[in-house]
């Protein structure tokens, strides 16, 4: 069967990502480190996420605001995101461009935890504004975390190599989301050989796409053969394979700075 295939080949994945990252802990580095396993991080992203979403390393989230993201492992963009870099090599994305947000983590424990869901609160606090409507065009919305939104809001996942007991990662999550409204809380966290925690419905137990108040929290433990990825690629399909964007405004980007000087004009 196809999905017995696709796990089967997903489980030699795992297996390739689990030496890599051996290999990684062996560097002196500890910045040589964690840039090497958020690349491995990236690049299974950069497999399975749909052809017009593009996972991005290296870059800095900015909205016409003036608000600035916190250092973000893996930014989700729309790949036809302005291709605007710094000097030091860094891409710089307009916040409406963004679709989600990756935290990675070595080891994954209660101030981690807490490390990531604090940047995901953050970056999706950060305002979208700048679209340029399109005329005659119905206005498209996107359900998400109790609200309907007329953009697409940033998602956020956490992706670990290694971390306490699912159960004790389970309760500081919830510890940490039960004074915070939905808005705020990481859709998702993976962690390699255990399992994940996701969002999902007390009576039915189907799974939620994003968290809503009320949604119980799952802890579902990993199939040895496969390890996490099977279920991580389908999640990365069914959270971003509807995934938009209204056309990107630059103007408000641009604030009070001068364009030009007006030093003639010709009337005809």
């Known amino acids: 069967m196809t999905q017995d295939k696709l796990g089967k080949i997903l489980g ?11 290999q ?15 690349i491995l991080i990236q690049e299974f992203l950069s497999g399975y996420l749909p052809s017009h ?12 605001n003036g608000d ?14 302005p291709p605007f870099t710094s000097l030091n090599g860094f891409r710089i994305i307009p916040n409406e461009c963004v679709y989600g947000m990756v935290e990675v983590k070595t080891r994954l424990d209660g101030r981690e935890l807490s490390d990531a869901c604090n940047k995901i609160s953050k970056m999706r606090r950060m305002p979208k504004t700048s679209y340029r409507p399109i005329a005659g065009v119905i206005p498209r919305t996107t359900n998400a975390y109790g609200k309907v939104h007329d953009f697409f809001p940033t998602s956020g996942m956490i992706i670990a190599f290694d971390s306490v007991n699912l159960e004790t990662l389970g309760n500081h999550l919830v510890d940490w ?8 809380w990481p859709d998702s ?11 999902g419905d007390p009576r039915s137990g189907a799974l939620f796409r994003s968290p809503v108040a009320g949604a119980s929290l799952f802890q579902i433990d990993a199939v040895p053969e496969q390890d996490i990825l099977l279920p991580l690629a389908l999640h990365l399909n069914i959270h971003f394979s509807d995934a938009w964007m209204n056309p990107l405004d630059l103007v ?15 009337t005809i």
Request: hydrophobic fraction near 35%; charge should be positive; include cysteine.
């Open 12 to 22: 030699s994945v795992a297996k390739r990502m689990r030496a890599d990252f051996e």
């Open 24 to 38: 990684s802990q062996a560097f002196n580095h500890n910045g040589e480190a964690g840039t090497s396993r958020e």
């Open 53 to 64: 979403v593009e996972a991005v390393h290296n870059a800095e989230v900015i909205a016409a």
């Open 68 to 81: 600035v993201s916190p250092q973000t492992d893996i930014v989700l963009i729309d790949r036809g995101t």
């Open 177 to 184: 989301c039960r004074t915070r409204n939905p808005i705020e």
């Open 189 to 199: 966290v993976w962690v390699a050989g255990k399992g994940h925690l996701q969002w």
């Open 252 to 266: 408000p980007y641009s604030g009070a700075t001068p364009l030009g000087q007006l030093t003639k004009r010709w």
